[in-house]
Structure formats: C-alpha cells, structure tokens
C-alpha cells in the first residue's frame, strides 16, 4: 500500500483522519483530504498564505500529488512553478496574486475550476488581476458574459445575480443579431458608460431596439426534410393531420409573420411553427401530432436544420424586452429569467403568440 507520505489521494483509500474545527470551517468539502496530508493540528498547512491554502486545495483535489509532492509544492516551490503546476501549462502573470484575494474560506471544487478556465481567457483574466477581492459569486457573473461585456464598470452593476448577467448576456446576443457584429465594440463601450444597473438596462432594452421599421425577412428556406406550409388548403389539412390548432394563426400566417413547416424526417413527422420578431425568424413551437412532446433526436434534428438556415432558438425580443424593461425600473422580474438547466428549457418553445 505504501506509506502515507508517497499515497496519490486518488488510490487513498483509508478513513478520512480527524480534523480540527478550524479546518473544517475554513476548508469545507476540502477537509478530509487536506487533513490526510496536514494531520491534525494542521499546523503547517494553517501557517501557509492564503493563495498556498487555496493553491492546495485545488491540487488535492485532483488526486494525482502525493502527500509530500502536495506539501513540497505549497511550502516551498516558487509561484511561477506553481502557478504552471495548477493551470497545466504556463500561466498568466499574476495567478497566485489572485488567489491571495480570495479570502481565506476555502472554495468548491466546480469554483476553483470555472477560476482557472476564466483565468485562461483574456478579457476575464485582466478583469480578475484588478479585482481587489475575488468571490466566487461574482466570478459566477463573469462567466455568464461574454468576453465583449467583461468590464470592471459593468460586473459592479449586476452584484450576485447571475439571472441578471444572463440577461445582459442574451441583450447583448440579439443586439448584434438585429444591428450585426460591427456593432459589437461600441455597445460594448455604452455599456461600460452607464453609472447605475438601471441604467444598464436601459441602454440594452435600447439596443435590441431596431433601427428602421418594418418586416425582417422573407419566409426561411428550409431544405427537406421541411416542407413549407403556403396555402390554406394545406394548412387545413396539416392541422386535420397533426390534430391541432394551426387554423388559428391563419390571421399571423397570411400577415408573415409566422411560418408554418412539416418535418418528415426519421422519427417524424413534425409540425414546426417559426415566428418572426424584431430579430429575425425563431423557433417557436415543433410538435408530435395530438401536440406531443417531440423524442430528443427528433426535437434536435429539427433545432439543427432551422439554425443551419439562420433561424435562431432561444426565447423571444418580447420576453427579453419585458424583463430589461423591468431591470431598467428596478422593478420585480415579471418574467422568469434565461438561467435554464435543461437544452428544452432553453428552447422557450410554445410561445406561439408572443
């Protein structure tokens, strides 16, 4: 079995040893493998920096160090070698800086690891280097934005709620959809600008406001296995078919603003219902007939071939639009936000009249 001193944690398999109090408050669900390498009282491992601390931690939990290796490692090699054995190849300057700002409160596994891939990243990296404190929470926000959004002026606004950076995130999404990439830097820079999170809002409510009027596009040309529903006589008979109620959206249909298609590929047939907003054509409803839940391989198929087509899927400007319009005022959501666990729930299928 070997002694405890050359045991890589992942084949250490003997009972988690006692652990003082302090450590389990400071160290969290990092205590039993810290307690296996700094045996009660831990003396050694409480009289090392914070960064060390948090460095051990994240090295302890990959389970590949020995219990000298992990010890050598944190006591005594230089940060630059160490900052290159936690991030797996050389890493930015400034990495153990940033984890001596992390408090002394030892974080989760899945924290030390979205730190590390953030750290990777240019935009985050300068970002976090000028934090003066780094929490997880608020990490948690950097990583819902996208690179564009990752401002010191901009994370400060949106505190802890990472529904809000979600909704700042989707803003920014359908901003450069309805205005195009090139405006990217520049709503970026407005953003940046703003001096309360109401005002943020505001100024991406503002943005995903179109600026001329008027229908978006033509009907998608979606390629077969999609058939496009065009006349009144076939729509009554793919509403007879699937046992629904498309007979109602005759007013949206002949108006263009909706588009109705059968997906006859394997596992179908499908009906597809596409709406059209400020931008662009979406996803708004697939259905097995009787108004079925479509089987994954199905609902993905379908959500592949309209995205190949320039259709976007997510939810609509409308929904989006409301909840900034809230933001804006400080006032209640009124609207659940896009932090959706499952890829279904991020379709926001079903809002057909939206």
Known sequence: MGTPMTL?????????????PLLGFLAGEHTGALARV?????????ALPAARRHAAAILSARGNHTAGRLQWMTARARDGELAAELFGRPAPGGLMKALGRMGEVLWRTADYARFLDLFGEGAACVLIRHMKTLGADTLGIVAVLPPGLRQASIVTHLGTEEAAAADLAAAWAMALRIRGPRAGPDIAQRFGRATTPGALFGMARDAIHPAAFGPVGPFPELPPPFQPVRQLDMLNAVALEFRNCLRDFVGDLAAGRMAVYVWRGEGGPAAVALRQDPAGWRLAEARAGDNLDLEDPVLMAIVSGVEAAGVRTGESWGWLHRRLEDRAYDAPAGLPGVLQPAWRARLCLGNLWD
Do not use: G, K, Q, Y
């Open 8 to 20: 890589p944690a992942a084949t250490d398999f003997r009972p988690v040893p006692a652990a003082t």
């Open 38 to 46: 700094w045996p009660a009282p831990h003396e050694d491992f409480l």
